[in-house]
C-alpha cells in the first residue's frame, strides 16, 4: 500500500461541501484522498494477530483505479480540517470482488464485531457506521417512490434524486426508543427470539408518528411486557447503523407487577435484582446469563443503573 | 351528523392489532368507528365563533358512503380501550371533495394553525398529528424503492409492500436536534428565510446517519452560527408533523464569541438578553419581535432557559 501522505483523523463532516460538486469531484481524485471499502456488510480492516489493533483499510484513487473500481458514487464522509485529506466510502457487492482485490482487502468484519471488540477508534467506528447506514439506505431508494423511475446519487451520497421528476429523497435514520424498566430495586431485562443464546437485554422499539418519547416509552412498555411506566428519565443516544436506527436511551420506572409479554417480540423477560445484574456485567451470572458489549447503548443503560442508587 | 355511541377518546394505538386484516376489515364497517378528514393537508374540524374551541370533524362509515368515499385505504389510529370505538384518518386530496362534501367539511384548518390556537384537546391534535405524518409518507412510497413496481398500503396504513419483489415500507420519522444556545445570561435566537417577519427561533437540523445528539448539537451550532458548544443537556421531545419529523429539544452551551452565520440556513442571527427574552415571551419587545407559540418545543426551550438560572 500507498503510503498515507495525511490522516484524515478526525474528520469534519463538512456538509455544506457537498453540495459543491466541483470540490467534490477534485477531492475524489486527489492524490492524498482515501476510501474505505464496504463489501455487503463487512468493512476491509488492518488488525494485529491478537486483535487487540483493528483500523479501518483505507486505499487511494489509484490503488481504487488499479483494480478497476469506480468511485464516482462514493460516499463523501468528510475531511481531516489540518491536513485536507478527504475520506469517501465505497459500498461493493460481494460479486464485485475479484480474487486480487480480496486478497488486498483481507480480513472483511462485520461492523457489530468491530464495535463488540472495542480496538478500532471511536472516529473510525463512527465513520464506518455512517458508511454502512447511507449505504444501507442508498439500496432502498434506487427507484422514485413517488414515480417508480430510477433515482441518480448526488451531494456525494447524501441526495437522491428522481431523474424523471426530480422528486428529492434524503437519508434516513429511524429513530428508536430503547429503555431499563426498573422499580428501583429490579430491572426487566428481556430475550428477543433473534438474540444469542442466554443473552439478555433492554427493551426496545420503534417511535411512532405523533407519539413523543415519553408516549412511545409507555406504549412498547406495555405492549412488550405489560407494564405502566410512571416516570422516563433520559440518559443518552446512539446511533445503531442496523440498517439505520437512532437509539434513544431511558430509563423508565414501572411499579412492579407480574409481566404478561408479548409472544411474537420476547421470547422470556424476567425481574433482576441489582445484585444479580452486577454478576451478569461481571460473566459471573451462575446460569451464565450475559448483557451485550459496551459498545451497545443497552449496556450503558444497565450499568448506570446498576452503579446507581435510584 | 349522526350522534357519535361511543367518544374514541383517549385512544390506545393497538398496534398489535395493525396486522390483524379481519379485526380491521369488520372496525371499518362498524356503526361506532368514526373518520377524520384530512383534505390535502387541512383538517376537517368543528369549531365555534370565537374560535377557543375546536374539535375534529369526526363522520361515520355511513356519511362516508353517503359522499361515495371509499375507506379502504384509510390510516388506522385506534381504538378507545372502553368503548372498543375505532378511529381511522381518510386523506383526500383537494379534487375529491365534491360541493356538498366541502360544504359538510367546513372549515378545513391547517395543522399549524389548530397547534397554534391551543383550542384543540391534546388527544386529537395527536391523532391528527399521527395521520398528517402517516398521509405525507404515503405520497413518498407509492413505489418500490427497490425495483419501482407499485405499492400497497396493509396494516391499516403502518405499512407498504411492493406488488413485483415484496419488499416493505415502514412509517418514516425524521430525527432533528433542536437547540437553545446560550453562555448563560444570553441565548441566541435566530431568523430562517422561510420565518414571518420579526419571528425567531432557536436553530435545528436534521441529526445524520453515525453521529449522535451531543454530536449533531456540535455540528449544528458551528454550521449554522459558527459557535463551538461545550455541554449539551436534554430537555424533552416532540413529534412535528411537517412533514414527519421527530423534535429532540436540548440547552446547547456555548462559549460567547461572534455569530458567523451560515447564509443558505439563516437570515439573521443575535445574541439575546434574558432580560430581552423574557420581553419577547410577554409580546412586549420593542422591536416587536416575537418566538413560536407554546405548541413548539421551541417555545418550551426557550421559556425553560428564560425563567431558570444556570
Known sequence: MNAIEGSCWPLDRMSAQRRDAAFLGA?????????????GDRFAIVSNEARDFARLRLLSRAQLRGFALDARDALFLGCNPQSGTGLFALALKEHEVDEPLAGLLQPLVDLRSIAARGAMPADEVAAASTA????????????????????????????????ACGQPAFPR????????????????????????????????????????????????????????????????????????????????????????????????????????????????????LWLPGRHAIAHTLVRHWAESRD
Open 27 to 39: 477531492l475524489r481524485e486527489a492524490a492524498s484522498t482515501r476510501f474505505l471499502l464496504l463489501v
Open 132 to 163: 454502512k447506514s447511507l449505504a444501507a439506505w442508498h439500496q432502498t431508494v434506487r427507484c422514485c417512490g413517488r414515480c417508480g423511475a430510477a433515482t441518480r446519487s448526488e451531494e456525494g451520497g447524501w441526495k437522491r434524486t428522481c431523474r
Open 173 to 288: 435514520l429511524d429513530p428508536v426508543a430503547i429503555m431499563l424498566v426498573h422499580d428501583g430495586e429490579r430491572c426487566v431485562l428481556a430475550r428477543e427470539p433473534r438474540f444469542p443464546e442466554r443473552m439478555y437485554s433492554t427493551i426496545a422499539g420503534f417511535i411512532e408518528p405523533g407519539e413523543d418519547l415519553e408516549q412511545a416509552v409507555r406504549r412498547e412498555t406495555r405492549e412488550e411486557i405489560g407494564l405502566d411506566v410512571a416516570r422516563v428519565t433520559y440518559l443518552a443516544t446512539q446511533p445503531w447503523p442496523f440498517p439505520h436506527s437512532f437509539m434513544i436511551g431511558c430509563l423508565a420506572e414501572a411499579v412492579a407487577a407480574p409481566l404478561a409479554l408479548d409472544p411474537l417480540e420476547i421470547d422470556d423477560a424476567r425481574w433482576f435484582a441489582r445484585s444479580e445484574v452486577a454478576l451478569m456485567l461481571r460473566g459471573d451470572h451462575p446460569e451464565g
